[in-house]
């Protein structure tokens, strides 16, 4: 890098401009261009710095595990992704649990209740369940970022296994954390919150167990899933904690905890930006920028 | 109160007793009860009896209140000050405390009793209540200095309107008062000229610049400023620097008083401090020299002197004394000598009265006054009588007349004790006086016989002095005021003789009286005239009392300045003294010094001569130690020459030694040799006798070598040609051998090389083997992953698998129920509906081949997997190919049956497979009359067992 002195002579600028992502796309190329790619610095890159869009699908995927680290055999894995996806795409079809009327979140959702063996008989279609609830959101939302079907499948089940097995002993401690941080931040709203009783019911399933699925829109929610991708699950708390900041005039004015739930379960979409990148800066600022801890 | 109150009318009715005890009595009673006096009772209570009965003793009590009272006298005089009724009461007695001056004089000037005094003298138009108020005021006003600032306009509207007054006398009053009048307009416009010079003088600009003025300035003011000298303050100060407070602080009244007086021109008025040793104070210094000289002058002198004394002692004070007249800087002895006298007069003289000393002639006056007072005459009566004690006076007019340069109060005491006939006449008319003027009386009496001729003689000359300045005084045309008083005066007591000539003649007691009256006026015409008459002649009196008093309070400053000046005097004779000591002293040092210098000299010349002295011995003394160092320094290089000789003189000697010892070795190694050799000799001699007989031998041989030599050289040839064959052969092997020893060495070289070579390849080899083993594991991990993908691939096809068996288990489990419900009544049509029955019994036959086979099953069971999937492969595939979508699970079923029978070579695994399933599904279908929910249950069962029986 050292030997392009006019990148570095334009690269001072960048900063001061506001083209935040000119050097790390850069950067992100460099090293997606090692073989093998070496994950950890990726998953670190993506902690640090906001990840280009265009390789946003392809950083996911190699960090989720859908794609190896070897860039060689990524055709022949991504050959397989697809033969498995269709494989069991073909047996549901077969045994008739889906048909071309299906929406896609329910046949992914077949599909890994297939390949995790938890498929419900095609007799007893109970309703969907609280696990199930929350991969639907997910699906929604995934499918909304990844066009292709089989890539958005195996990004939905390998994000929600990932998730599960790496944050699943954090999650029920989140709620608190959140509580602290907002005891730091806005002591005020806190009390307010405690004493009108709806800190008991904030809706903590949508935003730890969904990851945000279905609260924020997909432009700004494939940012925070960035973090959440590369292993951290605590910028949940603080896209938590920042909504509750921003929206804290509106919710100091509800008495009743019934009109928090509600609001907060559809927050406005107009600044969810901001939202998340003030959300970034505070994890930053709390966590600080090399920590990979959940 | 009112108890208190009546106890004190009662004392203070008995205060003014002819009883000198019992007054003496009940002024303490009085006095107790003023220093008990809260409320001020007493207080009001004694001003109202003094405003009553004009009681001296009260005025005294009254002057002397404590401070804290202070208020409440002054209210009640402001009071009283303002009822026109008691208004000259009220101001004489103001007058009689002012003149006091108690300590808390100062706040008058804060207290509204100023106002309303200056506010009386300017609305007022009594003249006795003018005089006394303009006489108080001129009194006062060098005590509150400091008030200039607010009344300054107050006091000169006064004065104008005085003034003017004086002049145009718009109250008709006598002549007689308006000379009273003018005369203290006339020191109240010295005191105000002498205390603000620059506001009084723009003030009478401004005043009589205004036409109706003119005339009384003409008349009134313009002989006044005649005399008065120019104020320094006109040219230096400004009007504001005047009424500054701190100009006045460092004064006291009595310098302001003398400042005043120091500018005024008029004899009368002025002090005399300045020109006292002018000619015209001649008279006075013959006076009080002249008991100096005729010491015999014995008490008729010094009576004379001693009315004379004060104002001595004011006008000489600090510029003359008859001692400085004398040369002497100490203070004159004649003056002890006087005060010896005077204590000897005292001795003589009774008591009861002070002894006429300095102090004594101030405090006389007062006294006499006082005791003419202490009687309950009737206070007209008693003013007469004091008026004509003065008109008496006057029968010796001259010492008043002829003693210029002294103070206007000298007037009222001088007749008092120059004139025994007046103080006879005094004691004859009132009885009470008597005690006081016996002992002058007394005295006087012994003095006459040897002073009457030089005080005759004195009095002749002084007459006629007296005259020629009455003539030139006559011609002046502005005749102080005073002067025109003292005339009046006087004429008044020519009055007086020629009345009391009448009286003695048998008229009435009361006739008496118009003694201050004009002559003219004076001629008695009937009682209403001669009580208008009276009231003029009383309010004169009056008059003339705050004359009186005010000259005496001016002596008394006088005093207090002569005792100050006095006392200056002899601190500046003291130091003078000193300084006349320390001078003394100062020579005797300089003397001291001078001779301490002589000898300074002395010691330094001595000094000088002994240090060149001393110069010179060390010269001399230098230079021989100089020479004496040469000389060493020579004898030092000398014995190091002579020192170096004798080392080199030692080294030739050992040299010499050695050379010695080496030619003795010499000469020892000589004489050895010589042994030796002789021993050799010897040898040799045997040696030639050995040699002869060898040559001999030697011969012999020679014979027998030739014969042999012969002998032998015919075989000599034959033996050369084999050696150098020999010499051939060995070159040649020496040539082979070196030969092989170069190819040997270039074989090392060529393995060493080698060597190294094999060692770089095998070091590339080991990179390369690194490389590839890193390549290895790259591709391990590569195709693990890959292979990790593959195996996922492969457990969810697997759990597809699972997932269509279970499936199909299921449709199994319904189809049987279904062919169960349904072969109730096609059991008795079996064999017409061929088709399914055939199919239905394969698979129990098939199911029990495999049992068969079920024993080598937990070690096939690998093999089997695979095939398994492969077949399931087909099977999909062949659903794929064959079965439409929307085909029912029987109808996939019986197709699957039907490619079983088609295809022979996979049934085998297929119906295995299928077996398998069956087999474990077998023992409901063993027994097939299980009830249907039985079987639902197992199926479910089976589904449960198979996700247990995972493979992984």
Known sequence: MADDPQRNFRSAYYEKVGFRGVEEKKSLEILLKDNPLDLEKISTFSQRFPLPSMYRIHVWKVLLGVLPPHSDSHTVVGGYRKQQYQDVLEALEVMRYIDSSTPSTHVYLRMDQLESQVLPRCSDTSPPDEENEAFLCISRSMEEIVDDPVDCYWLIKCFINQFHSKFGDSLPHLPKSLEHYLSQEEPRLLHHLRTSGALKQLPYSLWFSCCFAGCLPESSLQRVWDKVISGSCKILVFVALEILLSFKIILLGFSRPEGVVNFLRNIPQENTDAIVTKAIDLWHKYCGTLVHAV | ?952
């Open chain 2, 1 to 952: 109160m009112s108890k208190e109150q009546l106890s004190i009318s009662e004392l203070l009715l008995s205060l003014d007793s002819s009883e000198l005890q019992e007054a003496e009595h009940v002024r303490a009673a009085v006095n107790q009860q003023l220093s008990s006096d809260r409320g001020g009772a007493v207080l009001s209570a004694l001003v109202d009896f003094y405003l009553e009965s004009w009681s001296n003793q009260a005025a005294l009590l009254l002057s002397s209140i404590r401070e804290s009272n202070h208020k409440v006298l002054l209210e009640k005089l402001t009071e009283a000050v303002n009822r026109p009724a008691q208004r000259l009461a009220a101001v004489s007695l103001l007058g009689e405390l002012v003149r006091k001056q108690p300590p808390w004089i100062h706040l008058l000037s804060r207290s509204p009793l100023l106002p309303a005094l200056l506010r009386c003298l300017k609305t007022d138009t009594d003249v006795v209540v003018l005089i006394t108020g303009v006489l108080v005021l001129v009194t006062l006003l060098p005590m509150i200095p400091q008030t200039g600032k607010q009344h300054l306009y107050d006091f000169f509207d006064v004065f104008g309107r005085l003034a003017s007054w004086s002049y145009k006398n718009p109250g008709n009053v006598p002549e007689v008062h308006l000379l009273h009048l003018h005369a203290s307009v006339y020191s109240l416009f010295h005191r105000l000229y002498g205390m603000f010079p620059v506001n009084f003088i723009s003030y009478l600009r401004l005043h009589y610049s205004m036409k109706e003025n003119l005339d009384t300035f003409q008349e009134v003011v313009k002989p006044m400023l005649e005399h008065v000298r120019v104020h320094p303050e006109l040219v230096t100060g400004t009007q504001d620097y005047e009424l500054d407070p701190s100009r006045w602080k460092r004064y006291e009244v009595h310098d302001i008083l003398i400042e005043c007086s120091r500018l005024c021109l008029d004899v009368l008025e002025s002090s005399c401090e300045d020109d006292v040793c002018s000619p015209p104070a001649s008279p006075h210094l013959n006076l009080t020299c002249s008991p100096a000289l005729t010491h015999t002058a014995s008490s008729s002198v010094s009576a004379q002197q001693l009315t004379l004394r004060p104002a001595h002692i004011q006008a000489d004070d600090v510029t003359w004394s008859p001692s400085m007249h004398c040369g002497l800087a100490t203070p004159p002895p004649e003056s002890v000598a006087l005060g010896s006298v005077h204590s000897l007069t005292r001795t003589t003289s009774i008591s009861g009265v002070r002894p006429p000393t300095e102090d004594g002639s101030t405090q006389q006056p007062i006294r006499a006054e006082q005791e003419q007072l202490s009687s309950f005459q009737p206070i007209p009566k008693q003013e007469t009588r004091a008026l004509s004690d003065i008109s008496s006076s006057s029968a010796e007019p001259h010492p008043l007349t002829s003693t210029p340069g002294h103070d206007r109060q000298l007037s009222g005491p001088v007749p008092f004790f120059t004139s025994p006939q007046h103080i006879r006449w005094g004691t004859g008319s009132a009885p009470s006086g008597c005690s006081p003027a016996s002992p002058y009386d007394l005295l006087l009496e012994l003095a006459l016989p040897h002073a009457t001729p030089l005080f005759l003689r004195r009095k002749t000359k002084e007459r006629s002095e007296a005259e020629q300045e009455e003539a030139w005084l006559r011609e002046d045309a502005t005749v102080s005021p005073l002067k025109v008083l003292d005339q009046l005066i006087i004429h008044g007591d020519h009055a007086h003789q020629h009345f009391s000539r009448r009286l003695s003649a048998g008229l009435k007691s009361v006739e008496r009286s118009p003694a201050g009256g004009k002559p003219q006026s004076m001629k008695s015409k009937g009682p209403a005239h001669q009580e208008s008459e009276f009231q003029c002649l009383r309010s004169q009196l009056m008059m003339v009392h705050a004359q009186l008093q005010y000259e005496r309070f001016k002596r008394q400053q006088h005093a207090v300045r002569n005792r100050r000046l006095l006392r200056r005097v002899i601190n500046a004779a003291a130091l003078e003294e000193h300084s006349a000591a320390m001078k003394a002293q100062l020579l005797a040092q300089d003397e001291e010094i001078r001779c301490l210098n002589l000898s300074l000299q002395h010691e330094n010349t001595r000094y000088v001569n002994m240090q060149h002295d001393n110069n010179t011995q060390r010269d001399t003394l230098q230079t021989h130690n100089r020479q004496l160092l040469q000389q060493h320094q020579e004898a030092q290089t000398h014995n190091q020459k002579l020192q170096s000789e004798l080392q080199e003189c030692r080294s030739q000697l050992k040299d010499q030694e050695a050379e010695l010892q080496r030619a003795n070795k010499k000469a020892y190694n000589s004489e050895h040799q010589l042994s030796q050799l002789s021993m050799k000799l010897s040898s040799t001699q045997q040696l030639q006798q050995q040699m002869f007989l060898m040559n001999q031998q030697l011969i012999l041989l020679r014979e027998t070598n030739r014969a042999l030599s012969e002998q032998l050289d015919g075989g000599r040839a034959l033996r050369c040609t084999e050696a150098s064959m020999l010499q051939c052969s060995v070159d040649v092997e020496y040539q082979q051998l070196k030969e092989s020893d170069m190819q040997l060495r270039q074989k090392l070289e060529a393995a060493n090389h080698r060597i190294a070579e094999l060692e770089d390849q095998l070091i590339t080899k080991d990179q390369l083997i690194q490389d590839q083993k890193k390549l290895l594991e790259e591709t391990k991990n590569q195709s693990r992953c890959e292979l990790k993908a593959s195996d996922s691939r492969c457990s969810s096809l697997r759990k597809v698998c699972q997932a269509l068996q279970t499936e199909m288990l299921q449709l199994y489990s319904e189809i049987q129920q279904f062919t169960h419900t349904r072969s109730q009544p096609q059991d008795v049509n079996r064999p017409n509906g061929g088709g399914g029955v055939p199919q239905r019994l394969r698979p129990s036959s098939s199911a029990l081949g495999v049992i068969n086979g079920g024993a080598e099953e937990p070690n096939a069971s690998p093999p089997i997997e695979s095939p398994l999937a492969v077949g399931s492969f087909l099977e999909q595939h062949a659903r794929q190919l064959f079965g439409p979508t929307n085909q029912s699970p029987v109808e996939t079923e019986k197709q699957e049956e039907e490619e079983e029978e088609d295809d022979p070579p996979d049934s085998p695994p297929l119906g295995q497979e299928v077996e398998e399933n069956m087999l474990l599904i077998g023992s409901p279908q063993a027994d097939p009359p299980l009830s249907n929910q039985s079987q639902a249950g197992t199926a479910r069962q089976r589904q449960n067992e198979l996700s247990i029986m995972d493979y992984d």
